[in-house]
């Protein structure tokens, strides 16, 4: 099996994706197998830093920094459980002693699996204003819908001020439920969860579209890499 290397940025979103991946391997896999995993991150603060004046080349540097210590640890493929940064991954990607999986394409992949034709998108101000997902789901030939300006500064803040924290306030739930209701009143017929702490508090059960899990969405193309060695 190949050796996982992950370059995190927010804590709730890389735990999860942690997890995902140890215990996904459990059910295919024997005797509590699992791919090595090797894991960095810097401070959360110099990845916010950067973005709040929109220094996307140190936000690279920040990410290339933690793909040579993946490296050096062993990593033979890198992924990233942060939507946001992978503003960043094509100045990463030219310099990178690894490859990575871009997580967008990945969600874009699944997206035409399931014949998605028109899917909002959810994430950071910062991932809703670039062009991560719209396009990745274009090369798929599939339509990406921002929310409405003010939805997109509201998501933005339940997800840096609450749930990157790790806290799932119910009423923040709720607006971003009807944030999603109205997505599906525009003909959206699914919805990226593009922040890796969405997953924390949303799914298929309680939204108005069906969903798709960026987070676990990369843990298992991870491993799935991982396993075919």
Known sequence: MLHIGIAACSAEGASLCYRTICTEAARVTANFTHPEITMHTPSLAEYVERLERDDWDGVAELMLAS????????ADFLICPDNTIHQALP?????SPKPWLHIAEVVAASAAARGF????????????????YPGALAARG??????????????????MDELVAGIARPDSIRQLQTMID?????????????CTELPIVLDDSNSSL???????????AALHRALAG
Do not use: M, N, Q
């Not at 034709?117 to 991560?132: E, I, K, N, Y």
């Not at 599939?142 to 997800?159: K, M, Y």
């Not at 069906?210 to 298992?220: C, F, G, K, Y």
């Open 67 to 74: 793909a040579h210590k993946l490296a050096t640890a062993g």
């Open 91 to 95: 100045t990463v990607a030219k310099r």
């Open 117 to 132: 034709a028109r899917v909002g998108v959810l994430g950071t101000r910062w991932l809703v204003a670039s062009d991560v």
């Open 142 to 159: 599939i339509e990406a819908v921002r929310p409405p300006a003010h939805d997109a500064e509201l998501v933005s803040g339940i997800i």
């Open 182 to 194: 109205r997505l599906r009143e525009t003909g959206c017929d699914a919805v990226v969860l593009g």
């Open 210 to 220: 069906p969903t798709l899990d960026s987070t676990r969405l990369l843990a298992s």
